[in-house]
């Protein structure tokens, strides 16, 4: 069967005047909603919008089905193809097109804790200054996984939770609103954070059965540590040292990723 191709919709609101060297992204994954209430919230409240900015509603196709994707993980599918029988794959380079050259918050829901947390993959100054921007205290470099569209257009994704609570849709304005003021397109004061920095090099295999997790992202698991209790009796043990981060998302094959907690931030980033 002949798939349609092309009609991504993607609706994009720009605020302020001029061209908008920011841009705030919503609903890659569709049926992660807090960031498009915390624009809505934002864009109800008539703020007086001092420079441009544009807001990118990314899978509004995914997000009216109440999906997470309609074909490919959108946040798998980057640099994305305008001809693939992928909706998602079109929707990136759309996106890409979209975002080109502007500092981006990409906005996304979780149900790990703990929440709010950034995911960078870039070392450069623009990609940190970001980072520092959402005036976050963690962010997780994941140049690790591919196909992420921050590893093709830069930018910062943050990650409010738990999925689907107030907090979320609350931890969303705060960070939207001062990465907003950060980059002088609202009034307000300046609040820049110097996050602890955990660098992913490897994931964590999920094993077969359902698995009761042991460990807490962001604490140190020691070698011979017990990762996760199993069902049928057993246990998950760690081969090495780690930071985990991102365990208990409902990824398909992986418990989550194994990071290093990087000392000093600037001695990686500008190396
Ligand atoms: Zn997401």
């Not at 349609?4 to 992204?25: C, F």
Request: charged share 30%.
């Amino acid at each position: 069967m002949e798939r349609s191709r092309g009609g991504v919709r993607m609706k994009v609101t720009k605020k302020g005047k001029g061209d908008p060297e920011i841009a705030v992204v919503y609903c890659t994954h569709g049926d992660e909603t807090a960031g498009k209430k915390a624009v809505e919230d934002l864009l109800n409240s008539s703020p007086d919008f001092k420079k441009a900015v544009k807001f990118v509603f990314a899978n509004q196709k995914a997000y009216k089905e109440g999906k997470r994707f309609i074909d490919t993980d959108l946040n798998r599918s980057f640099p994305g193809e305008v001809e693939s029988p992928s909706y998602e794959e079109r929707t990136a380079a759309k996106l890409v097109e979209e975002l080109k050259d502007l500092k981006v918050l990409d906005i996304h829901e979780t149900e790990v804790s703990p929440s709010p947390f950034a995911l960078f993959t870039w070392f450069d100054e623009k990609t940190v200054e970001t980072v520092r921007d959402t005036n976050l205290d963690r962010a997780v470099e994941i140049s690790y996984t591919p196909g992420c569209g921050i590893n093709i257009y830069g930018g910062v994704e943050v990650e409010v939770g738990p999925k689907g609570s107030e907090k979320a849709v609350e931890d969303a304005l705060i960070i939207l609103k001062q990465f907003l003021v950060n980059n002088g397109v609202l009034e307000g004061e300046v609040q820049r954070s110097e996050p602890e920095i955990y660098s992913v090099y490897s994931t964590q295999n999920r094993p077969t059965e359902n698995p009761e997790l042991k460990v807490e992202n962001f604490e140190t698991v020691e070698e011979g540590e017990c990762i996760a209790e199993l069902e049928v009796g057993g246990a998950l043990f760690s081969e090495e040292r780690f930071v985990p981060v991102l365990f208990g998302q409902s990824y398909p094959d992986i418990l989550g990723f194994k990071s290093v907690r990087l000392e000093k931030v600037e001695e990686r980033i500008y190396q």
